[in-house]
């Protein structure tokens, strides 16, 4: 076990490189680090920027050349070669609010909210990012998005806001296709506040968090969720997948990385790293290193054996 040290701040998002040698993370107000962890020295900042942007867009790209987040309104990237970040623009109207990366790096998927609210799917052309398609949202909040692994489908939280109270319009769980946006399939969801959505490593689960319960839907009848809550009473805050998909790590406010065990959804273990509460969670993609980070900016990263 290693403890990280950062800035005083909430960790927001974690994220591994391919070869699990280096970890990311965003820390709200303070920016974003990131380390060597085949060295023992502190993490280079590589932006001092305030944010609370979306966990989903804190990303390494598929070779792990380069790191991705959200500054602003922009889209900002370090090459960890020449050590340089650069800032991409892509062509919406709309001030970019979340980036949806793709495992091979060649599609993403962005956000964007005033004054043309719209998620829009790109493609890698060269260096630059062409659109293929758009949703608008002028009708429709899109309270999180996910993509499967392999593509196929796009899962969204969403609801209508049309009328005068349209913030008390149900949400809904939506898989639409990636290819023609047809919506395949819809979910139930038996809350009234918004939910961040995760596929497993095969996409056959789509999971979330609400408050002090976990949400489990099959893919892709979806229908109504399976409802699992936590012991202590206390909020789950994020979760990542192992890459077998056999496991998933949830963190909560009662400081303890719980892992499920996805078949029968039983805990077979817990870890308490006296971080105070644990507000994100990432697992290396050989599945050997998880790591987890707090409200007071600590992060810890742990040897996986289960």
Known sequence: MRVLNTAEGEVLALAFSPDGRALAAVVEQQGVYLWNL???GPPTQLD?????????SLFFSPDGGSIHWLGG?????????????THHRLDARGQLYRLI?????????????????????WKRSG?????????SAEHLAIEAVTV??????????????????????????????????????HGQFPYTHRCP????????????????????????DLGEPLLIRNDSRKH????????????????????????????GWGRPARFTWNLGRLRAVAVAPDGTLAATGGDRGDVVIWDVDL
């Open 38 to 40: 085949q060295s023992a």
């Open 127 to 135: 260096r630059r990012w062409t659109r293929e398609w758009d949703v």
């Open 73 to 85: 309104h922009e889209w900002r990237s370090y090459d960890r070669e020449s050590h340089q970040t």
């Open 148 to 185: 499967d692994p392999a593509v196929r489908r796009l899962a969204m939280l969403t609801r209508k806001t049309i009328g005068e109270r349209w913030w008390q319009h149900p949400f809904r769980v939506e898989l639409k296709s990636t290819v023609s946006t047809v919506t395949e399939a």
């Open 197 to 220: 959505l995760t596929f497993s490593p095969d996409g056959s689960q789509l999971v979330g968090t609400h408050e002090m319960t976990l949400l489990v839907w099959p893919v892709p």
């Open 48 to 56: 001092s920027a305030a944010t609370s942007k979306p966990r989903s």
């Open 236 to 263: 789950f805050t994020s979760v990542a997948y192992h890459p077998s998909g056999k496991y998933l790590f949830v963190t909560s406010n009662d400081a303890t990385v719980h892992v499920f065990d996805t078949t």
């Open 101 to 121: 990366p793709t495992p091979n790096g060649n599609r993403i998927f962005s956000e964007h909210n005033f004054p043309e609210p719209a998620l829009v799917a």
